[in-house]
């Protein structure tokens, strides 16, 4: 593949009218210019609900991450899936990220359209068409590609398919305990793996370790796992499987999601297994946090980590979603305009933030008792108390958990300063 009109041909240099959460604008319209319309979301210039994206808690979180593997001499593949936004995977790369992490051959073509040039896929690729995906990219020769296996049979497949293509493909060994979701488990399963990559040994290329540690809930339990993966690690080093990956690149060590990356992180840049070694870590939601599931994590991480502790700052939540006071039909409830198509709801539902009314000043703290009790399609219930001064037309702002099942919701995000000025637009690719 020649990718040297990418960006003209796939950075969908315009943004789509028939999109929502914008402001008004008849035909499409190019990026660039977004910021010079100079829609602003407190003077009701953008329609609602919408998503929107605060620059500079964007820019703090990235630079919070980075320092953070850079203190422990680690790499970071920043997971893709979450935002499978194109835009924010360039600011990762620029800001020092070793690569792009995705879940799958679609998102992988994504990214690559996109300028991505090193994917860790952690997932396992199976089917014809996702494998025809990866070998039509790897026809690049500058494309760094690696996938995860855990059985004879997925082997078997990639490597009959790669022969066919008179190609090779860069494999991560993936680990993984019982009870938990993929990976192979006992030292039996291991060794039939390892004995049907060497059956295939000139299209299939062992290049590392893989392991996910967000099935297990506690940390002990999680160390002893991470301690396993350096043990394998340091065992196939010296067994001589890595040979051929390590004769031109470092071994790759990988893992971390966002609820556990210090841990990972703290076994992981201990490691040392004869030969140069790459350890990759792969949180995801970071970039945007969240006010839920992932800070209660990242206090845990504060507590317990000392180079947390010592950057004497932490993650912000950088997404939010507004929406408008539609209806107060009767005492203690009003009904918001937003709902299961605007919102992530599986990991808690969306948090009442700020209040603003139109022509006021300034956006204010809600109530502590404003809360949201449900939600259906287009509509969220939120409970309020006799006398609040609240009316049809308000603008409420929401903090969301779980910021990877929001980003799918919406195809453009409006990025916004502190004046609540829309400065630019990033499109998502689901």
């Not at 073509?109 to 996109?114: D, F, I, L, P």
């Not at 967000?214 to 010296?238: D, H, M, S, T, W």
């Not at 937003?338 to 022509?359: I, N, S, T, V």
């Amino acid at each position: 593949m020649n990718d040297t009109n990418y960006q003209d041909t796939y950075q969908h240099p315009v943004i789509d009218p028939l999109h929502k959460g914008l402001g008004a604008y008849q035909a499409p319209l190019a990026a660039s210019e977004v910021k010079s319309l100079q829609w602003n979301l407190l003077r009701e210039e953008v329609s609602l609900p919408t998503a929107v994206l605060y620059e500079e808690r964007i820019q703090h979180n990235l630079e919070w991450m980075q320092q953070f593997v850079t203190e422990y001499g680690v790499k970071l593949a920043p997971h893709g899936k979450t935002t499978m936004a194109p835009k924010l995977f360039a600011r990762q790369l620029a800001g020092g990220a070793w690569g792009i992490t995705l879940a799958t051959a679609h998102q992988t073509r994504v990214a690559y359209q996109h300028g991505v040039r090193r994917i860790i896929m952690a997932n396992q690729l199976v089917g014809k068409q996702n494998m025809t995906v990866i070998a039509d990219l790897l026809k690049d020769p500058s494309f760094a590609f690696y996938c995860l296996v855990d059985s004879v049979e997925g082997v078997d497949l990639l490597g009959a398919f790669f022969k066919a293509h008179q190609q090779k493909i860069s494999v991560l060994l993936e680990l993984g305990p019982v009870g938990g979701r993929t990976g192979v488990r006992t030292a039996e399963q291991q060794s039939a793996v390892l004995e049907a990559i060497a059956r295939w040994k000139d299209h299939v290329v062992l290049a590392g370790i893989e392991i996910y540690e967000g099935v297990l809930k506690e940390e002990a339990e999680i160390r002893q796992f991470l301690q396993r993966a350096v043990n394998c690690a340091k065992e196939l080093a010296q067994a001589g499987k890595f040979a051929e990956h390590a004769a031109q690149l470092p071994v790759i060590l990988t893992g971390a999601g966002t609820a556990w990356y210090d841990v990972v992180a703290d076994e992981f840049s201990k490691a040392d297994i004869g030969l140069p070694l790459d350890v990759v870590l792969r949180p995801g939601c970071y970039l945007t946090h969240d006010v839920g599931v992932y800070r209660a994590s990242q206090e845990q991480i504060q507590t317990r980590n000392p180079i947390a502790r010592k950057m004497r700052s932490t993650l912000q939540p950088a997404l939010q979603l507004w929406a408008y006071v539609q209806s107060i039909p009767e005492s203690g409830k009003a009904i918001i305009a937003l709902g299961k198509r605007d919102a992530a709801f599986d990991a808690g539902l969306p948090l009442p933030a700020l209040h603003y009314r139109p022509g006021n000043s300034a956006p204010s703290a809600t109530p502590s008792h404003w809360a949201v009790t449900g939600m259906m399609d287009q509509h969220a219930y939120m409970t309020v108390a006799d006398g609040d001064d609240i009316k049809v037309g308000d603008m409420i702002a929401f903090d969301i958990s779980h910021p990877c099942l929001t980003f799918d919701k919406w195809r453009q995000i409006s990025v916004i300063n502190p004046q609540y000025d829309v400065i630019d637009v990033v499109q998502t690719f689901f």
